[in-house]
């Protein structure tokens, strides 16, 4: 791995911790920093970590803390605090 991959990598963690800890705003800084250092070396995001933020406010999503997580036919809808809502097939 690239050295800003890693960082990456480590932003995910820190912000899954900070999240987990009930520190919703450290949690968010920690995203939207990993988000910046992966436009700025053109990088794509990991998939986990796409699926575990929000593309509107920059939250880290824990199930039944930050988000809501719904099953449907064929899909699982995920929808943050702010009201955004993510789909996802299985």
Do not use: Q, W
Not at 1 to 9: F, G, K, L, Q, S
Not at 12 to 17: G, P, S
Not at 30 to 59: M, Q
Request: hydrophobic share 30%.
């Amino acid at each position: 791995m690239t050295v800003p991959a890693d960082r990456i990598e480590r932003l995910h963690e820190l912000a899954r911790e900070a999240a987990r800890d009930g520190d919703t705003g450290l949690a968010r800084r920690y995203v939207r920093r990993a988000r910046r250092v992966a436009e700025r070396n053109r990088l794509p995001l990991p998939d986990r970590f796409k699926r575990f933020s929000c593309d509107a406010c920059d939250a880290y999503l824990v199930p039944g803390r930050t988000a809501r997580v719904r099953t449907r036919s064929g899909h699982v809808v995920v929808t943050c605090d702010c009201g955004e809502h993510a789909r996802y097939p299985y």
